[in-house]
């Protein structure tokens, strides 16, 4: 997997980019394959809540999208990871169950005498 980092307003220090890369790399787990990571990283000092992270997952299929923006960076990072892995283990739940009710229709089509083409 690549992971691409875009700082924008922040200095890019090696505990950022590791503390990045362990969170993106432990998504792996989700048994998913990810292509790409594209993490955006954003700074603004007028307002309220100025750390912002967009985080773009490329996969086969449809790409996942997830941004936060809090008064901590690292809290940031840690709630747009966890909003992925939401739609990481929703994604693939949708895909099991899909599987599922395929293999339930074949088998109840072979069943009655049906055939799939």
Request: proline share 5%; aromatic share 4%; no cysteine.
């Given at each position: 997997?690549?992971?691409?980092?875009?700082?924008?307003?922040?200095a890019l220090t090696g505990a950022i980019h590791t503390f990045v890369a362990d969170?993106?790399?432990?998504?792996?787990?989700?048994?998913?394959?990810?292509?790409a990571a594209h993490i955006v990283l954003l700074h603004d000092k007028?307002?309220?809540k100025p750390?912002?992270?967009?985080?773009?997952?490329?996969?086969?299929?449809?790409?996942?999208?997830?941004?936060?923006?809090?008064?901590?960076?690292?809290a940031a990072i840690d709630k747009v990871v966890d909003k992925i892995s939401r739609q990481l283990s929703k994604r693939k739940t949708r895909t099991k169950d899909?599987?599922?009710?395929?293999?339930?229709l074949a088998r109840e089509g072979e069943k009655r005498g049906y055939k799939r083409r």
């Open positions: 997997m690549q992971i691409h980092l875009s700082p924008r307003n922040i969170k993106i790399t432990h998504l792996e787990g989700h048994g998913e394959q990810i292509l007028s307002k309220k750390y912002a992270v967009k985080v773009h997952l490329a996969l086969p299929g449809p790409d996942l999208h997830a941004e936060d923006v809090e008064g901590d960076l690292y899909h599987r599922k009710h395929l293999l339930q």
